[in-house]
């Protein structure tokens, strides 16, 4: 199960920088150049159609950024470990110092 949550962590991680290097590359609704490069140099590596491909790109990685978010979140959720285990009060009565001390020694005064 570790080995399983690693790999579903890992593609998580990777498809969250992914995604937001698609989003910095895209285009503002003005026509403006995205925050890397030109629109221009964008154009001539994808062709004409830029805006579909990087609109469809986008869309189908933030619908696995869900998934994969709804995933880990219902895996974490399902561990019975615990990071902080809780602390049951005892029952028992305080110990006074005086009583654990052994008979010859007096207990300390500052």
Known sequence: MG???????????????????????????????????????????????????MTKTTRVAAVLFIALSLTLSFLFAKKDEVLLPEIEPSLEAPVNASETLPENTTPATP
């Open 3 to 53: 080995f399983f949550i690693g790999t579903i962590l890992t593609l998580f991680i990777l498809l969250s920088l992914f995604l937001i290097l698609l989003v910095m590359i895209q285009t503002g609704k003005g026509g403006s150049a995205g925050m890397l490069g030109g629109s221009t140099a964008s154009q001539s590596v994808f062709g004409a159609s830029t805006a579909d491909v």
